[in-house]
C-alpha cells in the first residue's frame, strides 16, 4: 500500500503560480507518481506523471505550464503550475499508479488539495 498526503493548493489570480507538494510512504517503489485533477461535474484527467526510466507524461492542457518532479530522498513529488488560469480550477490529487496504466490507472491516491484561480 501507499499513502499519499498532498498539500500547497489555494487560491490564486490568473497569470499566477502555485507549487504543489505530496508526500508518500509505504511501497513507493513499486509504483510510478503522477498528478491528477477533476473539477465540479467534470471526470478525473491525468496532469502529469512520472513513468519510470525518465519518462514524463504531461497532458496536452499543460503546454509548457507544468512542471513535476521528484525528490527521491524525502519521498515527494512536485507540481509546479505556472501561467494558471480560472480552467485549471480543480482539486488536484497525487495519485501511486502502476507505471504501464497511465493514464488513468490510479491505484492510490490522496485526499487532494484545491486549486482556485481566479479572473
Known amino acids: 500500500q501507499v499513502q499519499v498526503v498532498e498539500s500547497g493548493g489555494g487560491l490564486v489570480q490568473a497569470g499566477g503560480s502555485l507549487r504543489l507538494s505530496c508526500v508518500a510512504t509505504?511501497?513507493?517503489?513499486?509504483?510510478?507518481m503522477g498528478w491528477f485533477r477533476q473539477a465540479p461535474g467534470k471526470e478525473r484527467e491525468e496532469v502529469a506523471g512520472?513513468?519510470?526510466?525518465?519518462?514524463?507524461s504531461y497532458a496536452n492542457f499543460v503546454k509548457g505550464r507544468f512542471a513535476i518532479s521528484q525528490d527521491n530522498a524525502k519521498n515527494t513529488l512536485y507540481l509546479q503550475m505556472n501561467s494558471l488560469q480560472p480552467e485549471d480550477t480543480a482539486m488536484y490529487y497525487c495519485?501511486?499508479?502502476?507505471?504501464?496504466?497511465?493514464?488513468?490507472?490510479?491505484?492510490?491516491w490522496g485526499q487532494g488539495t484545491q486549486v482556485t484561480v481566479s479572473s
Open positions: 495519485t501511486a499508479f502502476v507505471c504501464s496504466r497511465w493514464p488513468g490507472g490510479y491505484t492510490y
Open positions: 509505504g511501497d513507493t517503489w513499486r509504483y510510478c
Open positions: 512520472i513513468l519510470g526510466y525518465g519518462t514524463i
